[in-house]
C-alpha cells in the first residue's frame, strides 16, 4: 500500500497500541466473524438449547357443526344449490353443484359433488351466479375477475386472487349430503365460525 500512513496501516494490520495513537480503533469483529456469530445465536434461538424446558402451546383445533345440505338424488349436474355453512354469520353464502366429472374432495360415486365459499379471496366480492358449467369455474369475480377452478379444491385459474376457495368438506351418509367442516380461510374472518 502506497502513500498510506503508517500509523492507520498499522491499525489495520492490528497494532492496537498504534492505532489509539493513530486516532482510530480497530473493529472489534470482522465480517467473517459477525456471519459466524449471528449463525449461531439464530441457531440457538430456533432449535433451543438441549436440556432447557420446551414452552407448550396447545393446539387449536376448530370443531364445526354437522349441517344437513341436500340430498345426493335430487342434485341436477350443473346446477348449483346454495346454503350457508359453517353459520349464519358474514361471508358464509356457500355453493353445492353436482359437476359431472370427478373433482379434488368431490363426494358421491362419481366424486363429482363439491361445495366451496361464495365470497372471492382476495377483497370479498360475491360470486353468486358465476358458476361456468362448461368450465366448472366460479367467476370472474366482479370486482377484479378472479376465476377460480372446482374440480381442483377450487384453486384461483385467473385475475387477483393468490388464495383458493375456502373449500367446504362434505361427507355422505346414504343419500344426506353434510357439511362437516372448512378446508381454507373464508375471506375477512379470522376464524371461520363466529361463535
Known amino acids: 500500500m502506497k502513500n498510506v500512513d503508517p500509523k492507520i496501516l498499522a491499525a489495520i494490520n492490528g497494532n492496537n497500541g498504534e492505532a489509539e495513537k493513530a486516532g482510530t480503533r480497530r473493529c ?5 466473524q459477525f456471519l459466524l456469530t449471528g449463525g449461531i445465536a ?13 414452552a407448550q402451546t396447545p393446539a387449536a383445533v376448530s370443531t364445526y357443526p354437522r349441517k344437513l345440505i341436500a340430498k345426493l338424488s ?22 353445492l353443484v353436482k359437476l359431472g366429472r370427478e373433482a379434488g374432495g368431490g363426494i358421491g360415486p362419481e366424486k363429482d359433488v363439491v361445495a366451496f365459499n361464495y365470497t372471492c379471496t382476495h377483497q370479498g366480492g360475491p360470486l353468486q351466479g358465476t358458476y361456468q358449467a362448461a368450465d366448472k369455474a366460479l367467476g370472474p369475480c366482479p370486482l377484479h375477475l378472479t376465476t377460480f ?21 362434505l ?8 357439511a362437516v ?10 376464524d371461520n365460525l363466529q361463535g
Do not use: C, K, W
Not at 361427507?171 to 353434510?178: F, K, M, R, S
Open 28 to 32: 472489534l469483529m470482522n465480517r467473517r
Open 42 to 54: 439464530t441457531t440457538v434461538v430456533m432449535v433451543g438449547i438441549p436440556g432447557l424446558a420446551q
Open 149 to 169: 377452478d372446482l374440480t381442483r379444491h377450487g384453486i384461483f385459474i385467473a385475475g387477483q386472487a393468490y388464495q383458493s376457495l375456502p373449500q367446504v368438506l
Open 74 to 95: 335430487e342434485l341436477e349436474t350443473d346446477v348449483p344449490f346454495d346454503f350457508e355453512y359453517p353459520d349464519e354469520g358474514e361471508y358464509a353464502e356457500s355453493i
Open 181 to 190: 367442516g372448512m378446508f381454507g380461510l373464508i375471506y375477512g374472518r379470522f
Open 171 to 178: 361427507e355422505l351418509d346414504g343419500d344426506d349430503i353434510y
